[in-house]
């Protein structure tokens, strides 16, 4: 048996910006690079297929390195610290046999992609669907996904996010417990699954958008601060201790993300990341780590020649994220909107518990509709401070708005759906409501027909202490919403198996089967009028009457005009029309085909004053 050959890569590391992880180089060689910058001792202990230590040298910045031979794919590592403790590699790139156990090198070369014509969906033409890979199918993996993907095409659908698919302790999580940010989840299918269905997305011309966790690590399987100073105490996030963004050696948790972004990219030929919560991205230097990353993203993707993008959750209503690099901004291409979901929610549920307490009237939406966040620095009574900044100058584009997402109803006591607490004539309310918005339209799993399956929170750990935190802790958030019912167990498979889709539900004759061909009709109008495709706030004007619950969206684009108006109030109303045309009906939720007979609502030529069903909605284009 030939001995491993093993040599220090002699590379510089540009400023601290590195490659990390196993880097597979062909012919069983491989480099493995580790940011380790206060410790004395590391090696590489191969376990598998054939035992062997590799020594380690320090190079600049604190990253260590040793490259060796004799390493096919698939070889099974751990990383030893000052000769005594052993831990999976923190950029590990797949965890076959979960959170504790070792890492394995991956082959990215051997994948045959197809996609090499792709260019990403436009981003002002997106629709989104949100899915959890694990209760999406009955399978519950990245194959099955591909399956369904015609049907989700032939909805409308051209963009799919993916709830985080970063290894997880178990098998079934939300994701956001991930502690392995680059090791795609072994129970979905591994590396090989995942890049199968981004390759199928972009077969179907569907773009594939990858909910990444950038402000935390989950409990389970968390060793990387052996490692490294990636936490500081100067902060404290909702999960503990913050991530160290800017604070001494912040250099090389930044550079962690940084890489972790580019390669989701590079490998996996993803399309869109979205950040969850970066409001929980501390970070005061002089250039924010979302400048930086954005930075990095926009450089790769001109040496691409396609776009890479980047969308962030954060519950500041701050425009900086999204303003340009020239503007002193982030330079992020977008970012979830919030504050449109509550005010939403409330108009049709009438819940005013906890966050929903600042919003209510058709004011507020309008204004939501008219410049994107509804707080641009007035105070917010359940905040008790000022909020928020005027985005009434920033493109449509950059806001995602939506009626339901993963934690908009996971995070629910029951996980309560819409179509659990409200009528059918107000799901389609809402699917206008959202449709019909200048901005990116983002779909929950199943909102589509009305999903009848509760979306829970569940977790599979094993320390039986962290599973009582997790139950404790899960109703101490209720508590905060004064929601006495008794929750589902997260730990039980019961809670996961009761949250997967019912995939029958549209296919048959009735309510669902009508809301999902009013969600695929809705999606046409906003493709093929240009009144609705031209994502232009500027070209756009909304009002309300607000004692009647009525609220008016007028949209154009050049000789194109529409006029939508949505009544949130259960009674009839009569309007008289209120721009002056020729305006014909071209949709009406109260119409028989639409599983309601009501409708008197005719052309606007045609009379001055028309009638509008209680929950209902009419569109006219101007002729």
């Not at 004799?70 to 000052?82: A, M, N, R, S």
């Not at 909805?155 to 417990?177: C, H, K, S, T």
């Not at 100073?229 to 996030?237: G, I, L």
């Amino acid at each position: 048996m030939a001995s491993t050959v093993w040599k220090i890569a002699k590379q510089r590391t540009r400023g601290g910006k590195v490659k990390i992880g196993a880097e597979y180089l062909g012919s069983d060689r491989c480099k493995f690079t580790v940011w380790a910058p206060q410790l004395k001792e590391v090696a590489v202990k191969v376990i598998a297929p054939i035992e062997k230590r590799l020594p380690m040298q320090q190079i600049e910045y604190g990253y260590w390195q040793v490259e060796a031979d004799e390493i096919p794919p698939g070889t099974e590592y751990l990383l030893e610290l000052e000769g005594d403790r052993t831990y999976p590699d923190p950029a590990s790139y797949f965890q076959p046999n979960g959170v504790h156990q070792a890492s394995a090198v991956v082959d990215h070369s051997q994948f045959e992609w197809t996609d090499h014509q792709w260019k990403n969906v436009p981003q002002a033409e997106m629709i989104l669907y949100e899915l959890h890979v694990g209760t999406f199918t009955p399978e519950g993996t990245f194959d099955a996904i591909i399956l369904r993907l015609p049907e989700l095409k032939e909805l409308g659908v051209n963009a799919i996010e993916l709830m985080p698919i970063a290894q997880f302790p178990g098998d079934r999580n939300w994701g956001y417990d991930g502690v392995y940010p680059f090791a795609t989840q072994n129970s979905y299918g591994g590396v090989e699954g995942l890049k199968r269905l981004v390759d199928a997305c972009h077969e179907q011309g569907i773009a594939v958008v990858l909910d990444s966790v950038y402000n935390h690590f989950g409990p389970e399987g968390n060793y990387i601060g052996n490692f490294g100073p990636y936490f500081t105490e100067a902060y404290r996030s909702p999960w503990g201790a913050a991530l160290n963004f800017d604070r001494a050696y912040s250099y090389g948790v930044r550079n962690y993300f940084i890489q972790n972004a580019l390669y989701w990219f590079e490998h996996f030929h993803i399309d869109m990341l979205r950040l969850d919560a970066t409001d929980s991205i501390f970070d005061i230097g002089a250039k924010h780590f979302l400048r930086e990353l954005a930075e990095a993203t926009h450089e790769f993707a001109q040496q691409k020649g396609r776009p890479f993008l980047l969308v962030a959750e954060n519950d500041l209503s701050d425009v900086r994220l999204v303003s340009r690099l020239e503007d002193n901004g982030y330079g992020l291409d977008g970012q979830w909107n919030d504050a449109f979901h509550h005010c939403l929610h409330v108009l049709l549920t009438g819940e005013q518990i906890s966050y929903y307490k600042d919003y209510g009237s058709c004011e507020q939406l309008v204004k939501a509709y008219k410049q994107g966040f509804v707080y641009s620095w007035q105070f917010a009574p359940n905040r008790n401070h000022w909020h928020g900044s005027d985005s009434s100058h920033l493109a449509g584009d950059r806001f995602v708005v939506f009626a339901q997402n993963h934690d908009q109803v996971g995070n629910r006591i029951l996980g309560d759906r819409l179509s659990h607490i409200i009528t059918f004539e107000q799901l389609k309310l809402s699917a206008a409501a959202v449709m019909l918005a200048p901005y990116i339209p983002l779909l929950f799993m199943g909102e589509e027909y009305g999903e009848k399956a509760n979306f829970l929170y569940f977790v599979s750990h094993s320390d039986p202490d962290l599973i009582e935190a997790v139950r404790k802790g899960r109703k101490k958030e209720f508590e905060a919403f004064h929601m006495e019912e008794e929750y589902a167990d997260p730990e039980s498979v019961e809670t996961f198996k009761r949250s997967k889709l019912n995939w029958n539900l549209w296919q048959e004759d009735g309510r669902h089967k009508v809301l999902r061909d009013l969600y695929k009709h809705l999606i046409q109008l906003r493709r093929t009028i240009p009144a609705l495709k031209h994502l232009d706030k500027q070209s756009m004007d909304a009002w309300t009457i607000e004692a009647e619950k009525l609220i008016f969206l007028h949209r154009w684009h050049e000789d194109s005009h529409i006029l939508a108006v949505l009544n949130f109030s259960e009674q009839e109303k009569s309007i008289e029309f209120p721009i002056k045309g020729n305006w014909r009906k071209i949709l009406d939720s109260a119409e028989e085909k639409w599983m309601r007979v009501g409708s008197r609502a005719i052309d606007a030529s045609q009379a001055k004053q028309i009638p509008i069903q209680g929950h209902s909605f009419l569109v006219y284009q101007q002729a």
